[in-house]
């Protein structure tokens, strides 16, 4: 269906005579043709019923809108063959083709892209309030992914961990939601990735102010919702089959998933990852290697239109080295270690091997609710998460004992919800919800070293409440949200004799959020947001005291730091035409108590070695910026996007900049579809020197800027009984530049890795 006669439609329904009935337009119907579709429209992620949507039939041609709760009805429709197709502003169409014999009734899900509360960070084309190339960087991490929404970077240590950087906000300050539930694990390391399969997350979207304030987690800004395709109560069996290699590291993905929609419905997927050591362009990234083995699976039962459970299990194993040349055994060697431009312990050959230093990690998360809808204008949800989370460390250590774990930490998390959502009128609704968290977090015996972290015990209770008003050319939101957050941390003296000491933390935060949108034409609109957050001190920056093994360091905590407090005020532009968009936005984000990893300026050397000393320290910043996003399509077959991000960050305390705030990043990206099967893109991303520290601030001076080429060609086969083979070859770094990132800690060692020529090939049915 072409987006004029949609457009005519609408407005012809608009502008009838009552325009909150269903308007029916089109063809009179032949006297035969008596019977009836009817049904509900809702979003494909969160159920949210979708007004006014659009309903047309083609047997014979005619067309509704949707009521305010998203219910339709096309009567009068002709026996056999129908062709029904499904559209809402914001969403992708979807199509079904019937073979109409009688009656029948539906529920339709669309995947609806545009968030109306505008707090989506969007990427890709169109204000894509997801990332649509998850499925394509699966070969990779899950930052692979985040790195191209604009305003998110990475945090890196090496090849082995990356976690995501939004408006400047990383670490415990930056809330991950795996599947609905808060990502709880060893989240006090940097170099600690999210344990999350790239392969079962369909949707990565970033939301901020009042839909950020509804999921629990540490937060002061942003939060990173990593989420599955939903299950369906209708639809058949289906499934793929996935292989990608990596050149550089040799790296082999084999993923395969299945399952069926109905009333019970399901979805099993399974991957494994090999990888090697990746090659910097002069030298090989000696123990880079990762080993993976992950699980997931989905179960949906629709007991009736009123009433859905849902069951979520997810497995994650990996085993990853570090990078063996940030290892060093003695002062010396280290000062050399960092001046170098070939690390140590450098092989010239590659291997899958993986030695110590080391680092094997399991997830398990389990997650159960289910929905209840009294009536079309309540929802009730009652959830639960329960999570386990073993890791440990491998330090190269003296003797026969590399195999003995240096940390070993094993958690226990439990998450309980109730969630309650209220739909007012035809415009407006509210959002409540009650939390409780538990977390045991407890070092595993035989380590022969002091832990890093001390054992505790936290608490955490809280409740959301949301109002959202959503008219045609004015839409606000207000939310607010308190958390009561209680720790028990049991520490072990580092004096002698030893002895254990308990402390308790209690602390009260608060959080508020205000945003708006003016629709000033159908292609321009205003948004802007004013959040209040504060942030307890987590137990890491409260207790570290030892060797951060991932990063190379050791780390110091201070456990008379107090609670952060935020205050980000946003305003965005948006412009959408049908070949063209901009969305901008800017950012102004005051903290007090601003926590951050200070480097300090001498080394410590300990039994186990040499490393850089880090010190968790408080003080007041500011954080502000600004994010640009376009899309052009300059004609039928070419896109072109581009990405800009500006961040600075400033400690006002003491006067001079904050560390680990991102350098000025722009990306530019071009495609070509010669055919409907064809696409070949290129991409490249300019990386500038960060030069706003001080000498001081840093080991080594922040490393030049830099500019990096990936080009991709893509082929789909459609086959038939609707399957398809989807085939990609890329080339990462195509001119195998020699760079060192500045958020990457282990570019004090060694240089990024160099060029990947990788290939992917997908069977879907």
Request: charged content about 20%; glycine content about 8%.
């Amino acid at each position: 269906m072409k987006k004029l006669p949609v457009f005519l439609l609408l407005l012809l329904s608009l502008v009838g005579a009552d325009a909150g009935a269903q308007q029916v337009v089109g063809a009179r119907p032949a006297t035969d043709c008596r019977l009836t579709i009817s049904g509900r429209l809702l979003s494909e992620h969160d159920q949210e019923p979708l007004a006014y949507a659009s309903v047309l039939a083609s047997n014979p041609r005619q067309g509704v809108l949707a009521d305010d709760h998203g219910n339709f009805a096309l009567t009068a429709l002709c026996p056999g063959a129908q062709t029904i197709t499904f559209s809402h502003i914001g969403c992708d169409n979807e199509v079904l083709t019937l073979n109409l014999q009688r009656d029948t009734q539906i529920t339709v899900y669309l995947h609806h892209h545009d968030n109306y509360t505008e707090t989506v960070v969007v990427t890709g084309k169109n204000n894509v309030s997801y990332s649509p190339e998850v499925d394509l960087l699966a070969t990779g991490q899950l930052s692979n992914a985040l790195d191209r929404i604009a305003g998110v970077s990475s945090l890196k240590a090496g090849t082995s961990a990356a976690k995501p950087i939004v408006d400047g906000v990383f670490g415990n300050r930056l809330s991950l939601q795996n599947n609905g539930i808060a990502q709880s694990g060893q989240q006090w390391g940097n170099d600690h990735a999210p344990e999350i399969d790239p392969w079962v997350a369909a949707y990565v979207r970033v939301v901020e102010g009042v839909e950020a304030l509804k999921y629990a987690g540490p937060t002061v800004a942003a939060t990173v919702l990593i989420e599955p395709a939903p299950l369906r109560a209708t639809g058949g069996a289906a499934g793929k089959v996935a292989y990608g290699f990596a050149g550089n590291g040799r790296g082999h993905t084999l993923n395969a998933r299945f399952g069926k929609s109905g009333k019970t419905a399901y979805r099993v997927s399974a991957t494994g990852k090999l990888s090697g050591d990746h090659r910097a362009p002069d030298y090989y990234l000696t123990n880079t290697g990762r080993q993976e083995g992950n699980a997931a699976l989905q179960f949906a039962r629709f007991h009736n239109d009123r009433w859905t459970s849902r069951l979520y299990y997810s497995l994650f194993n990996a085993n990853i080295g570090v990078l063996r040349g940030s290892h060093i055994g003695n002062l010396t060697d280290l000062a050399a270690a960092i001046e170098r431009e070939t690390p140590f312990f450098t092989d010239e050959a590659f291997s899958y091997s993986i030695a110590s230093p080391r680092q094997a990690v399991s997830h398990h998360l389990l997650k159960a609710e289910t929905e209840f809808r009294p009536n079309e204008d309540h929802r009730l949800t009652f959830r639960y998460g329960g999570q386990l989370n073993n890791r440990q460390e491998f330090d190269v250590r003296r003797g026969d004992r590399d195999d003995q774990a240096a940390l070993s930490l094993r958690q226990l998390s439990h998450l309980l919800e109730t969630a309650w959502h209220h739909e007012i009128g035809p415009d407006r609704h509210l959002d409540a919800s009650l939390q409780y968290e538990q977390v045991v977090n407890d070092n595993q015996p035989g380590t022969g070293v002091l832990p890093l972290i001390p054992d505790y015990n936290s608490h955490r209770m809280a409740g959301y409440l949301a109002y959202h008003q959503e008219r045609e050319n004015f839409q606000y939101h207000a939310g607010l949200r308190y958390d009561y957050q209680q720790y028990e941390a049991i520490t072990i003296t580092r004096d002698l004799p030893r002895r254990v000491e308990r402390f308790d933390h209690t602390f009260h935060t608060l959080g508020a959020s205000l945003e708006a949108r003016w629709t000033l034409s159908p292609a321009t609109s205003l948004r802007s947001g004013l959040t209040l957050r504060q942030r307890a001190p987590q137990i890491n920056e409260l207790y570290s005291n030892g060797l951060h093994q991932g990063v190379s360091g050791i780390e110091e905590g201070d456990r008379t730091l107090r609670p952060e407090q935020s205050l980000k005020l946003t305003t965005g532009l948006i412009f959408s035409r049908s070949n063209f968009s901009l969305n901008a936005n800017l950012f102004l984000q005051p903290i007090s108590n601003y926590i951050f990893l200070e480097p300090q300026p001498d080394f410590r050397l300990t039994i186990r070695g040499a490393f850089p000393l880090f010190l968790y320290r408080g003080g007041d910043a500011l954080l502000y910026g600004t994010n640009l996003q376009a899309f052009w399509q300059p004609a039928p077959r070419w896109e072109v996007d581009g990405r800009l991000a500006i961040v600075r960050g400033q400690n006002r305390t003491e006067g001079r900049p904050l560390v680990f705030m991102p350098s000025d990043n722009l990306r530019l990206g071009l495609t070509f579809r010669p055919t409907e099967n064809w696409s070949l893109a290129a991409e490249s991303l300019f990386v500038r020197r960060q030069d706003r520290l001080d000498p001081e601030q840093d080991f080594q001076v922040p490393p030049p800027g830099y500019q990096l080429f990936d080009v991709s060609v893509s082929r789909v086969w459609t086959l038939p009984q609707n399957r398809t083979l989807h085939l990609r070859a890329a080339a990462r770094n195509v001119l195998n530049t020699t760079y060192r990132d500045y958020l990457d800690r282990q570019r004090y060692f060694a240089a990024a890795p160099g060029r990947s020529i990788d290939l992917r090939v997908s069977y879907e049915w």
